[in-house]
């Protein structure tokens, strides 16, 4: 088994070196590095000389940033661990926004139990994809499946995602933009290779950066579980329009036009603006199905959760009758 550590470390030395006329930065860390929040703030205090706050509620992407509220306190800058950037946010941010992703290091080390097994699960000709954490995998997982006749490729996405091959829970477009048949996904977890399994129709299949385990993707569950919100949806009379104000969610005028539809269908509507949404903000509202304009993960992972159904924008547009329910419309956040 390949010996893979976590590296933040390094992005802080590089990131530090610019911020030494700062007097006060604010730092974000998502919930698996908060254990690490001590280090990390002691680090950045000895590096930089100015003083450091947390920024205390979750973050779950690059977009969702604190840059706004930090600059209400006073800081002049922020750094954000654990992503990598939107580039086309970059002109927008309220203070200067350094971004340190987490890399995990050491080698793949795909041997040839695992390569059989993705030679069963994939056709020849593959897009390879992986999340920050994994990017520099990708040039040996090419090299060996291409030893094995794999016609592997890899490709920019779209100006939402900043490297080749990268992939978000909600964009999958440095996936769509290959002509392949299939997908191997470098990475842990169902999260992101649903993206590309849901958005594609392809098979996905996904291999372990921490023991090389092969695994194939399998969207049937969640498809189930969306046709049923969809169908359930159909008799909501009283609708939540939902949407965030955070930089990388905010899609406001796309609320504004569901809300819209949804009033000419005859239904009743409320748009509910939040930094995150739950249900609990809907309590007491005797709302009988929610649509999602912010993060569309939300409906997929935690909509079965919630006492309505929760959908995404494509999936409002098949209850409206305005799209077909086949092909899956994946909300894709372009
Ligand atoms: S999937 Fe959701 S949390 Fe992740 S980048 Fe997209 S909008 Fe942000």
Known sequence: MSEI????????????????DKKLIGIQLPD????????????????????????????????????????????????????????????????????????HTGKLNLKEDSLKEIKEILPKKIGIVTTAQHLHMIEEATEKLENIGFDASVTKGGPRLAAAGQLLGCNSSSARRLKVDGFLYIGTGLFHP???????????????????????????????????????????????VLFSNQIGQKRIELAERMSKALEDAGKEVIMVGSIHQSHEQLLGMGIDAAVITACPRLAIEDGPTWPMPLLTVPETQIVLGRIKPDPYPFDEFA
């Open 194 to 240: 649903l993206t590309v399994a849901l958005s594609t129709g392809k098979r996905v299949a996904c291999v372990d950066p921490h023991n090389a385990k092969v695994s194939e993707a399998d969207p049937k569950p969640f498809l189930k579980q969306r046709y049923a919100a969809i169908s359930i949806a159909k008799d909501a009379k009283r609708w939540a």
């Open 5 to 20: 550590k976590f590296d933040w470390e390094t992005g802080i030395d590089e990131v530090c070196t610019k911020l030494k």
């Open 32 to 103: 698996g590095l908060k254990v690490k929040s001590h280090t990390i703030t002691k680090k950045i205090k000895e590096l930089t000389g100015a003083n450091v706050i947390l920024w205390g509620e979750p973050t779950y992407g690059a977009c969702d940033l604190a840059d706004r509220p930090l600059e209400e306190v006073g800081a002049d800058a922020l750094i954000h661990l654990g992503h990598m950037p939107m580039p086309y946010h970059s002109e927008f941010y309220a203070i200067p926004t350094y971004f340190v992703p987490v890399k």
